[in-house]
């Protein structure tokens, strides 16, 4: 390669890296404004608000925050996230790899219109589909329960079936067999063969299920009624009311507490959620 060659690539390079950093700085920087706004008085964040790094940091906020609203501190609204997303997440991971087996290894009637209408259900808005819930619910005493929330998740989720689909089509079927030949029955094969090689799909699925749970502020204020099961994405709506005035800084704290289980889970899971994203879009 010629030195002017070297050189326009370096220069690509350099471009390229330079617009990724800027394009990642503008998608952080309210994550981090957040973040240390939580640590100014209350009522100098929006006075402050050009000013990134606070003047002087305080605790105060995050100690008013934990105290929580009507006798309940936000201990109790963390136990409730983990709960629903806990549950949530264990429901649609297990129902969504069996229902996903299903479409990619076993032979039924009317097989293609039932995954179509699967692919249908990733696309509709829940808008769409909110009142109609809303009246089932309700005719079953549900509302006002974790049910409404929870129970739909153990009939398999669309796009964690659709995943699920697509990575076991990408393993050959001769292990099948061979595990036909040896006894094995069809939820043999399930349980022994498929399901321990699907494993970066599962935990892809298990990522996303729980970050959406717990980020998940619809269902909880369509639902829910009692402060004593709010999670934590709806209790932080509490802190803002505006006929009296919203504290924001026990606001921000909250919010930044909420980001670390989502954040511990990143972390420690990226290997899977990588290898389970690359692996189902090169094995479809």
């Known amino acids: 390669m010629s030195p002017k060659a070297k050189g326009r690539k370096r220069g690509r390079s350099v471009l390229y890296h330079a617009v990724t950093l800027a394009g ?13 706004s939580s640590f100014k008085e209350s009522g100098d964040i929006f006075q402050t608000a050009a000013q990134l790094i606070p003047s002087t940091f305080t605790l105060e906020n995050y100690k008013n925050g934990w105290q929580g609203f009507a006798g309940y501190d936000f201990g109790i609204f963390f136990k409730n996230s983990f709960v629903i997303a806990g549950i949530s997440t264990v429901g649609a991971v297990i129902s969504s790899a069996v229902i996903g087996f299903g479409f990619a290894r076993c032979q039924f009637p009317l097989k293609g219109l039932w995954f179509a209408c699967m692919l249908v259900s990733m696309m509709l808005p829940f808008q769409m ?14 509302v006002g329960t974790y049910l409404p929330i929870i129970v739909p998740q153990f009939f398999g989720q669309g ?24 006894g094995c029955s069809l939820y043999g094969i399930f349980w022994r063969i498929i399901l321990p090689l699907i494993k970066p799909s599962l935990v892809t699925s ?10 998940d502020f619809l269902s909880a204020l369509i ?21 009296v005035g919203s504290d924001w800084g026990a606001m921000f704290a909250m919010a930044a507490l909420s980001l670390i289980p989502i954040f511990l889970i990143f972390v420690t899971m990226q290997k899977y959620l990588v290898e389970g994203i690359a692996s189902t879009g090169i094995k479809g």
């Open 159 to 182: 796009f964690f079936i659709f995943l699920n689909v697509q990575f076991i089509k990408g393993i050959p079927k001769d292990l099948d067999e061979a595990a036909k030949m040896d």
């Open 129 to 142: 589909i909110m009142i109609p819930q809303y009246i089932l619910f309700n005719k079953m005493k549900w």
């Open 24 to 36: 990642a700085c503008v998608m952080v920087y309210p994550l981090v404004w957040m973040i240390l």
């Open 206 to 215: 298990a990522i996303f299920s729980f970050m959406w749970r717990w980020d």
């Open 223 to 243: 639902y829910l009624n009692d402060p004593l099961t709010y999670p934590v994405s709806y209790a932080l709506k509490m802190f803002s009311d505006p006929t």
